[in-house]
Every structure is written in C-alpha cells, then in structure tokens.
C-alpha cells in the first residue's frame, strides 16, 4: 500500500450549504418567511392583488380527483362539495384525475372558465415509473447505475403523463432507506446517498426537461421530505429517530441534489422526525429546505399528512394542524381540509401571519406560470395527441431496455445460464411466471393490469426448446388478486399444484422457478417482517431441487429478500425485480444469453431478516473484530450480508488492475484503474470507488460511495478508467450541521462492489499557510 500526499488546499472548510446557482432569488423577510422573486414577479403581483384572502387559500388546496367530474353532482356529497370548491375558486390543485384528457380538461375548464378569477388547475398524478407503458419499479432501475437510460425513463414517462392531462408528477421518491422491511424500498434508490443524488438528478431532469413549459415536460416532485425511509423497525409510518450526522449525511443528499437540479416541488412525509412531525417542522421546511438549500419552488404535503398531525399527538386540533402547517412551510393542503376550512379565520383573528399565506402562494402561482398553464390552459389537453403519445413503439422499446438493463445476476455456477438455445426439455415453475400483472409492480395506477408480458410469453419465443409450464403454487390468494389496490393474500397452505410440478421438474434438462413477491407485496402500506420467499413457494423450491438440481431461480420482488438457502443450493439466481410491461421479454433475452447483465444492487442483501438493518456504509465500532472475546457480531449469524451493495455479476467476467492515484492539482486527486474484459463474450461493468476517511471528528463510514463508471468491454479488451476526487468530496456534514474537510489519511477501494478489494491510500494535508 502506498501513501501519497497531497498538498491539498483546505482544511476544515465550512462551505455554505447554500450554494445553489438559481435565476430567482431568495430574500429573507422575517425568519419564517422568503420572498421568491421568479421572472413573473410582475404578472404574480398583478394577480394577487385582484385575489381574495379564500381564493389565495384556494390555491393551498388540493383535492383528490372525482370520478363524476365531466358534470356537476349535487347529491354525491364530498364530490359536490369538491366541484362547488373549484367553482369558487378554493382549488388550486387537483391529484389522481383518472382518465385521460377528456376528464382533465372537464375540471380544467371549471376553474378556468367558471371561476372568477380564471385560475388553471395543477394536475398532478403518481407518475412512479412509466404511465400507461408501465417501466421497471423505480429500485429496479436504480440497479442498471445507468442514469441516462434511467433520465430517459422519466423523460417518456413525463411526455405519456403530459399527454393525458398530466402537468406534475409525485416523483421522484428519494428516500434513502437501509430497511428491507419497508415496503416503499420498491419506489427509491436504494440504500446509498451518492448513488441516491444521481438518480435523484437524472429523473428530475427526466421529467422536467430542459423546459418545463413544452407540453411533453412535467413538473417533478421530490419526496418525501424528510425521513421516512428510516421508520422505526421498518413498519410503516412508524416513528423516525436519527442523529444530525444521518440526517445530514445520508438522508438529505438526494433531497439536496434535487432542489440543486431545480426540482419544482416538494413533498413532505408522514413520519415525525425527532419528535415533530415533518409536515409542521419548520427546521426541515423553512430552516433547511426553504432556508439553507434556498428553494424556491412549493411544498405540498403528503395525503392527510396535516390532519395527522393530531393523531401524532402533535396539533390538539385541526385548526392547530393547519397553523402549524403554514408556520412550517407547507404551502398546499393534500387531502387534510384544514387550509381551506380553517386557513381563513386563522389570518382574520392574527394567529397567521397573512405573509406566509402570501408567500406560498407566489411558490404556487410561480411553477403555473412557469409550466405555461396561463399562457394556454389546456395545452396538456389535446386528445389527438394523446391519441398518438399514448403507448407508442419507443416507450415499449425504452420500457425493454431499460428492464433489461435492471436485472441484476446474483448467481450463475457451472454456466447453468446462458439456456442453451435448442433440444433442452425446460420446465418453467411459479405461478409469478404466468403473471400479467403482478410484473406492473405497485404505484401503476394508470398502468393496464394484464399488461406484462410473463415469463412464460417471454420464453415461448424461442422455439428451439421444449418449454412445459406448472404452477407449482399461487403467491397470492387468486381472489385477492382482483382487488388491486387490497391487500394481498398470501397463500400459506394450497400445495395441491406441488405434484404436477415435481413431475415436471423430474422429466426436464433445466428448471427455470420464477419465485418472489406479487407486485402488490411492496409499496406504501406493505411493510413485511418476514423477507423470504412468501408463503409455500421456499416448500416448493425444495420439492423440486430434490428432484433435480439444475435450477435457474428467477427472483421477482420488490425489496431484497433474505434467501440464504437458496444462495446454498440453487446454481443460478437472477433478480429480476418487477419489470413492467416488457418484463417477460427481458427476462427471456438475459436468460437466453441475448442481453448480458450488468446490474448492481442498489441495496444490500440480508441474510436473515435480523440483521436488518444492514447497509455497506456502516460504521466501524470500537470492536470491530474476534481478537475481542466480546465483540460486535452475531452468535447466530455472519456479520457479512448475503449479497453486498454494488454486487452483481455478468455472463463474461472482469478483472481490475494497476490502481493508481495522482494529483493534477491541490484541489482533486485523479485516481484510475485499469479493468479487462476476463472472459469471452461482450459486457458491461460498473466500476465503483469507495473512499474511507480513518480518522474524524465525527466517526465515518468503513466504505463510501463516490464515483462509478459504466464501462462496456469486448472479450480482453482493457480500458483505464478514470476518476475525479475533488477535495469537496472528501468532507461531510459534522454535527453542528456544518460541512467540514477534514486533513488525514484515506484508503481508496476499487472494484465491482462494495467489498471491492484493490486498495490504495493518500493523506489529505492540512494548507500551510
Ligand atoms: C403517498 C404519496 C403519494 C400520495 C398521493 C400518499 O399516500 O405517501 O407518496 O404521492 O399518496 O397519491
């Protein structure tokens, strides 16, 4: 190991955070409050003054759509009561409007052309992952580490939203989360905050584009601020407890990205944060967001997230919810009634300053003016083009590529993949091969359900072989199935399928098993405390490897699972999350050897659910290691995870050498590495640089992520590649929330995970001067 040193002007800098480089411009009236100056400061002002204290609170307001709304409703309560809203102008949003243009533009066209004002809505929709043309869940892509593919992504789900009437999407969800328990893993990035920060970067700019007032771009949402990927024991909603050093360090860095990339908007989260909840907690809404990272666009909170409040035991009524709300910077009302019922009398009687009132509504006047909302009103409404946009050939062609690229090999012994291509007897086992649906994931509200092609379509397009199928057993209950947005029903007993299965597998040269969770067994709400293999199927897996071994396990999920006997046993395993629309044919092409993978866990593995939560980037210990008697470890269980962040391999292998490190100025190090393509066919790595600081005032992680590269190599081919450390990267948040670098020794870590072995170290000096 060799120790450079660099002279490395620093030390102990304390940067700003707010560093943003915006074209409006942030002015401090009083400690609570900004006043956003944007290029239709004038046309703002003119508006507001015709406005009347209800019609601003209006534009706080948003409502969930109504299935009725191409006419007025008078006897359907909430539903009457919502249009009679709109008509007054006390609307300024409306979310989940299903149904395309013809119903957007029935309730635009109640806000512009029935109210006094002529106000255009803002429609927003859960726009997770693809529209209509359903794409990979969101932490399948993060495991393709390939952010053009996935910007891409989000840039043909902005045009399809855009098309139906869509103009702002709740998206992306950047929670960090080291929780496999936590159902809503399936909607983020995954564990790690750099990593965190580039998708973060890539889907805002996916959805928003270049300019956010062309009809194909819509408004992008970050979410959830702040915290709810670290709810308590995983469970859902559960309270959130972290120290300034997460918080600052790995959850706020894809929040921060995002604001930094000009996300429009925010959303707040469920949870409590340290014991307030982060819809009234102004230190996360005024102080850091509005305040240090000076964002400038509106906050909206999450559905009912106000009037939760109370049951936090937080606001003793929803009067208080909604004071505290606006105090800490909530600008819209999701779903809670309270800024719209109780705003008004809150101002009049003094408790609310009428400037905080004002000031959201500038941030929400601002991104409608800036999507072109005023200028033309129904320009995301034209039924022609939706005709036309509405799941064309390049989002079904993007949708393959991009499903192909999130597939992840965990393993492949004796080369049992890639199939061969002609006179095999292949049995296909699992009720999730014959699925349509499941495939679509959770969050495809707009999604077809029966519109996945299965595995078993997938592979009954090579037609060399002879493919049987058997059901084996159902995942899920098949009645629960139906009610898609139901809770599933594990089915826990019906092994009836077994016999027929095993007789299959018996007669047959390869066992393809798809195994894993239903689409509906993760997202909001779907927290697991058990991560295996649901129900009977970890039974059957077992049933048939006594019958025969050679077994390619298919994974679909949406979460990591613990499945350490099946990474004993079975020879191949390939995670194939859940897909979307083309996820039978990419499972096909990758297990046919037509498309080589290259994903990488964005998440570590478990081996058992009791080491959850368990994360790359942890931190040392004081007793790290056996030489203690005591020290910090399982009796029962490896520390090590089953399968680390940053892992997965490829039908070709890779070998990394010659690391070296040099420096171009005092103010970054160059770092390469040379990587060769070991093995005999074409692929793609991702090659990943960790760094360690060892020694800080704050303890810091044993690994850090800070820079990767997608690198594609023909057979023995070797490229160098290169990375750029700048000495900002190096520092992080201490716990005065200040960002600090400090001078020391790093060790360096390259390689195709986060165990990545080649190590190399450099000392970061303090100036002298
Ligand atoms: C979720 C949000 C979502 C909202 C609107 C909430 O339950 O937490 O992520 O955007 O509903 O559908």
């Not at 139906?164 to 790690?192: H, K, L, Y």
């Not at 092994?495 to 040269?509: C, H, N, Q, R, Y």
């Not at 023995?716 to 990267?729: D, M, P, Q, R």
Request: net charge negative; hydrophobic share 40%.
């Amino acid at each position: 190991m060799k120790n450079y040193s660099l002279y490395i002007l620093l030390i102990c800098i304390i940067t700003s955070c707010n560093d943003l480089k915006n074209n409006t411009s942030v002015s401090q009236k009083d400690p609570g409050q900004q006043i956003i100056h944007s290029g239709f400061d004038d046309q703002i002002s003119d508006l507001m003054a015709k406005m009347t204290l209800k019609e601003k609170i209006g534009q706080m307001n948003q409502y969930n759509g109504f299935w009725d709304a191409t006419g007025p409703s008078p006897d359907k309560g909430k539903s009457a009561m919502k249009y009679e809203h709109i008509r007054n102008g006390y609307v300024g949003s409306m979310l989940n409007i299903k149904g395309g243009v013809k119903q957007v533009k029935a309730v635009q066209k109640i806000a512009v052309e029935e109210t006094r004002l002529g106000i255009p809505l803002i429609i927003a929709f859960d726009v997770i992952h693809g529209f209509k043309t359903i794409a990979p869940i969101p932490l399948a892509e993060s495991a393709s580490w390939d952010m053009e593919t996935i910007k891409k992504s989000a840039q043909n789900a902005a045009e399809e939203a855009a098309a139906s009437g869509i103009n702002w999407t709740f998206a992306p969800m950047i929670d960090t989360s080291r929780d496999a328990r936590w159902g809503r893993v399936m909607e983020g990035g995954g564990e790690d905050p750099f990593l965190g920060s580039k998708i973060a970067i890539a889907r805002v700019k996916g959805f928003q584009g270049e300019d956010l007032s062309t009809s194909n771009t819509i408004a992008a949402c970050a979410k959830h601020f702040a915290g709810y990927g670290f709810a308590e024991a995983g469970r859902e909603y559960n309270t959130v407890d972290v120290g300034t050093s997460t918080l600052n360090n790995i959850i706020f860095p894809p929040f921060k990205a995002a604001a930094e990339a000009g996300v429009k908007t925010f959303m707040n989260s469920f949870n409590e944060l340290n014991g307030i909840p982060a819809t009234g907690n102004k230190y996360l809404q005024r102080e850091v967001l509005k305040g240090k990272w000076g964002f400038d666009g509106f906050v909206v909170s999450d559905w009912g997230s106000m009037m939760e409040m109370t049951a936090h035991g937080h606001a003793k009524d929803l009067k208080q919810a909604a004071e505290f709300s606006i105090k800490a910077g909530s600008d819209m009302d999701m779903e809670s009634y309270v800024y719209v019922e109780h705003l008004a009398d809150l101002v009049n009687e003094g408790t609310v300053d009428v400037s905080l009132v004002d000031d959201a509504v500038r941030r929400i006047l601002k991104v409608k003016f800036e999507l072109g909302l005023f200028e033309d009103p129904y320009r995301y409404c034209d039924e022609e083009r939706e005709k036309a946009i509405t799941g064309k050939k390049e989002f079904i062609d993007d949708a393959l590529d991009m499903a192909k690229k999130s597939i992840v090999l965990l393993k492949n012994n004796n080369n049992l993949l890639p199939l061969k291509k002609e006179n095999q007897k292949i049995a296909l086992i699992g009720a999730l091969a014959n699925d349509k649906t499941s495939p679509l994931g959770n969050w495809s509200l707009a999604g077809e359900p029966g519109s996945a092609i299965s595995v078993l379509e997938g592979l009954q397009q090579y037609k060399g072989n002879n493919l049987s199928y058997a059901k084996g057993a159902d995942v899920v209950v098949p009645k629960s199935k139906a009610a898609w947005a139901d809770e599933v029903v594990v089915n826990k007993t019906d092994t009836s399928g077994f016999v027929e299965a095993i007789a299959l597998a018996k007669k047959s040269d390869v066992v393809v098993m798809v195994l894993g969770e239903h689409g509906m067994q993760s997202g909001e709400a779907k927290s697991r405390a058990n991560i295996d293999l649901p129900g009977v199927q970890q039974e059957l897996l077992e049933a048939v490897y006594k019958v025969n071994k050679n077994i390619v396990l298919v994974l679909t999920n949406g979460r990591p699972l613990a499945i350490p006997w099946a990474d004993e046993n079975i020879p191949s395993i390939v995670e194939a999350w859940q897909l979307g629309v083309q996820s039978g044919n990419a499972i096909a092409q990758v297990l046919y050897g037509d498309y080589n993978p290259s994903g990488k866990l964005p998440m570590t593995f478990p081996r058992s659910v009791g080491q959850v939560p368990i994360y790359y980037n942890h931190k040392n210990t004081g007793r790290p290691s056996a030489e203690n008697v005591f020290w910090s470890h399982y009796s029962d269980e490896e520390n090590t995870p089953l399968y680390p962040f940053g892992y997965g391999l490829s039908y070709t292998t890779f070998s990394y050498e010659n690391l070296k490190i040099d420096t171009v100025s005092d103010r970054e190090i160059k770092i390469s590495v040379d990587l060769t393509n070991t093995g005999e066919v074409k692929g793609k790595e991702v090659a990943q640089l960790y760094i360690h600081d060892l020694f800080a005032s704050v303890t810091r992680p044993v690994r850090e992520l800070k820079g990767f590269e997608l690198v594609e190599l023909e057979p023995k081919e070797t490229k160098t590649v290169h990375f750029t450390l700048s000495e900002k990267e190096l520092g992080f948040y201490d716990n005065n929330e200040a960002y600090v670098i400090e001078p020391g020794e790093f060790n360096i870590y390259i390689g195709g995970d986060s165990g990545a072995l080649l190590q190399d170290s450099f000392k970061l000096k303090k100036q002298s001067n």
